[in-house]
């Protein structure tokens, strides 16, 4: 159950667009279209932003998107605003019925 | 209003035991597999262990099989997490998650618990 690969530090300006990476392998990101994304501000619980690769749940901004290639997912977000300063995970169901998170990126908008 | 309260943590020894609870409301708990999730101070989410609806079916994370159990009591809306043999390493913020279809869309805030001497 190793953890999925993630940068640990990303940084854009506002209005500018950034991506995230998550390599796993195939027995987890590139096995299942089970791959979801969090935000986490400090202190705070995490917070569903996309599930199964591509999807947002009803209230997320349409700035963010998720997509996948082969072992590895990406979650991109545009139009940065001061409010996207967090730490995102990644996570995937894996082959074992697990579920395995990333490592996590902190987003800085400068 | 979908709502999940931790409770239990606190300060234990190394190979001490804890009870974590987990009290839900808002959604008919017993239909949905439930999930706990760990973040150690400063560290990264890592999960633990699910449970299916009925607590027939359930799964650990290799660094707590054996150690821990998960259980449910759907009489009471209540997720359980027994914490045996604690080490140092097991010190971490708990959550609570429901699981839907595929995804956690609901976390608890969260329950400290400590493994120091």
């Known amino acids: 159950q190793s953890a999925l690969t993630q940068p640990a530090s990303v940084s854009g300006s506002p209005g500018q667009s950034i991506s995230i990476s998550c390599t796993g392998t195939s027995s987890d990101v590139g096995g299942y279209n089970y791959v979801s994304w969090y935000q986490q501000h400090p202190g705070k619980a995490p917070k569903l932003m996309i599930f199964?690769?591509?999807n947002r749940p009803s209230g997320v901004s349409n700035r963010f998107s998720g997509s996948k290639s082969g072992n590895t997912a990406s979650l991109t977000i545009s139009g940065l605003q001061a409010e996207d300063e967090a730490d995102y995970y990644c996570?995937?169901?894996?082959?074992?019925?697990?579920?395995?998170f990333g490592g996590g990126t902190k987003l800085t908008v400068l | 209003e979908v709502q999940l309260v931790e409770s239990g943590g606190g300060l234990v020894q190394p190979g001490g035991s804890l009870r974590l609870s987990c009290a839900a409301s808002?959604?008919?708990?017993?239909?949905?597999?439930m999930h706990w999730v760990r973040q150690a101070p400063g560290k990264g989410l890592s999960w633990v262990s699910r449970?299916?609806?009925?607590?027939?079916?359930?799964i650990y994370a290799d660094s707590v099989k054996g150690r821990f159990t998960i259980s449910r009591d759907n009489a009471k809306n209540t997720l359980y997490l027994q914490m045996n043999s604690l080490r140092v390493e097991d010190t971490a913020v708990y959550y609570c998650?429901?699981?839907?279809?595929?995804?956690?869309?609901?976390w608890g805030q969260g329950t400290l618990v400590t493994v120091s001497s």
């Open positions: 808002g959604f008919t708990f017993s239909d949905y597999w």
């Open positions: 998650v429901r699981l839907w279809n595929t995804m956690f869309d609901y």
């Open positions: 449970i299916n609806t009925d607590g027939s079916s359930t």
């Open positions: 996570s995937s169901y894996t082959t074992t019925s697990a579920v395995v």
């Open positions: 199964d690769v591509s």
